[in-house]
């Protein structure tokens, strides 16, 4: 529990209103009780602002002049919001123990508070970080490097030689080091190019439910500082993402590619492999990117929906547009003689 003063105080910000307002959970401003807290970022959602039963919302200076219940004031209330979300999760952080059923090979190096689940298998001459939880059915290859206070949940594989920094999220499925998909074409069928670099996880990184990342044909792929990668991604071999960047699900990145810092990439895009990614880049859900991005901006591809009888007629003249724009070319000539 919270009053909202104690809120306002531990995020360095002010309040009106009754600060002595005891707060146990967020919650939407439709759903919200008066023991809740809740928050307006998305203008779409102002029409609950006077009707809810908050006990607080967390508002903009602006919106709460015109709002006459408690309010915490930000200048950005979603980041507030996720930082005030965290002070009322329940951490159900195990006791640090290793389950009789996990194995350990010779040579592994555990760190102080290490939670190893059962079934999991730490093969020849891991390293785990103190404070770090291995959950349940967790297979760890040789040589792999852990850090510190990371959590690598159910079902997690993680293939040999990989890096993995501190306080690094590894969730149900995902796959860190699987074989990139490197193929040479014979004359008698294809050749497998042997994958022999690994992947390298910086510090503060989130990696979603059954998301493969490749690990490199020669040298590394790699993760920078602060990446979050949502459930189904599949980065390439010798990806390089930079810090901060963000990739929606179902996202799929080819290999060798290098996208920059501080990107925003929506759900399903296709990036092509062997391009560059500038940093600051924003690609909306969808889209399909098949060459180098070199200025910072928002890039979007695919037509919007629409009905089917429309978009049949739009695709048909899209078959034609090079036949139009060739007449175009030749009445331009005709104009210009």
Same mark, same amino acid.
């Given at each position: 529990?919270?009053?909202?003063?104690? =809120?306002?105080? +531990?995020?360095? =910000?002010?309040?009106?209103?009754?600060?002595?307002?005891?707060?146990?959970?967020?919650?939407?401003?439709?759903?919200?009780?008066?023991?809740?807290?809740?928050? =307006?970022?998305?203008?779409?959602? /102002?029409?609950?602002?006077?009707?809810?039963?908050?006990?607080?919302?967390?508002?903009?200076?602006?919106? &709460?002049?015109?709002?006459?219940?408690?309010?915490?004031?930000?200048?950005?209330?979603?980041? *507030?919001?996720?930082?005030?979300?965290? =002070?009322?999760? @329940?951490?159900?952080? $195990?006791?640090?123990?290793?389950? $009789? *059923?996990?194995?350990?090979?010779?040579?592994?190096?555990?760190?102080?508070? #290490? +939670?190893?689940?059962?079934?999991?298998?730490?093969?020849?001459?891991?390293?785990?970080?103190?404070?770090? /939880?291995?959950?349940?059915?967790? +297979?760890?290859?040789?040589?792999?490097?852990?850090?510190?206070?990371?959590?690598?949940?159910?079902?997690?594989?993680?293939?040999?030689?990989? #890096?993995?920094?501190?306080?690094?999220?590894?969730? $149900?499925?995902? !796959?860190?080091?699987?074989?990139?998909?490197?193929? &040479?074409?014979?004359?008698?069928?294809?050749?497998?190019?042997?994958?022999?670099?690994?992947?390298?996880?910086?510090?503060?990184?989130?990696?979603?439910?059954?998301?493969?990342?490749?690990?490199?044909?020669?040298?590394?792929?790699?993760?920078?500082?602060?990446?979050?990668?949502?459930?189904?991604?599949?980065?390439?071999?010798? !990806?390089?993402?930079?810090?901060?960047? #963000?990739?929606?699900?179902?996202?799929?990145?080819?290999?060798?590619?290098?996208?920059?810092?501080?990107?925003?990439?929506?759900?399903?895009?296709?990036?092509?492999?062997?391009?560059?990614?500038?940093?600051?880049?924003?690609?909306?859900?969808?889209?399909?990117? /098949?060459?180098?991005?070199?200025? $910072?901006? +928002?890039?979007?591809?695919?037509?919007?929906?629409?009905?089917?009888?429309?978009?049949?007629?739009?695709?048909?003249?899209?078959?034609?547009?090079?036949?139009?724009?060739? @007449?175009?070319?030749?009445?331009?000539?005709?104009?210009?003689?």
């Amino acid at each position: 529990m919270k009053t909202l003063a104690e =809120l306002a105080t +531990s995020q360095q =910000l002010t309040y009106q209103g009754n600060g002595e307002v005891a707060l146990t959970a967020v919650a939407t401003l439709e759903h919200a009780k008066g023991n809740e807290i809740s928050f =307006l970022a998305n203008p779409s959602y /102002t029409k609950f602002l006077a009707g809810t039963k908050a006990g607080a919302v967390i508002l903009t200076a602006k919106m &709460a002049a015109d709002y006459e219940g408690n309010a915490l004031i930000s200048d950005n209330p979603y980041v *507030t919001f996720a930082y005030v979300a965290q =002070l009322f999760v @329940k951490q159900q952080r $195990p006791v640090a123990k290793i389950h $009789p *059923t996990a194995v350990i090979e010779a040579g592994v190096e555990v760190g102080e508070n #290490v +939670s190893i689940g059962a079934f999991s298998v730490l093969h020849q001459s891991v390293c785990v970080g103190a404070g770090t /939880t291995i959950e349940s059915h967790v +297979s760890i290859a040789d040589d792999v490097v852990i850090g510190e206070a990371c959590v690598i949940k159910s079902g997690v594989k993680i293939e040999p030689g990989c #890096v993995i920094g501190d306080r690094v999220i590894l969730h $149900p499925g995902a !796959v860190i080091g699987a074989d990139g998909f490197g193929l &040479a074409r014979d004359k008698s069928g294809w050749v497998k190019i042997p994958q022999t670099g690994a992947v390298v996880i910086g510090n503060d990184c989130e990696v979603g439910a059954n998301t493969t990342i490749d690990c490199g044909a020669i040298e590394h792929t790699v993760l920078g500082q602060d990446v979050r990668l949502d459930n189904q991604i599949q980065i390439g071999h010798n !990806v390089i993402i930079g810090d901060h960047t #963000v990739i929606a699900g179902c996202t799929a990145v080819a290999g060798s590619t290098e996208i920059g810092r501080n990107c925003l990439i929506g759900g399903g895009v296709g990036i092509v492999g062997h391009i560059k990614i500038c940093d600051g880049v924003t690609i909306q859900a969808m889209a399909l990117v /098949t060459n180098s991005i070199k200025e $910072p901006g +928002s890039y979007s591809s695919v037509s919007p929906l629409q009905p089917t009888k429309q978009w049949r007629k739009n695709a048909v003249r899209a078959r034609q547009l090079d036949q139009i724009a060739r @007449k175009v070319n030749q009445l331009e000539k005709k104009l210009n003689d």
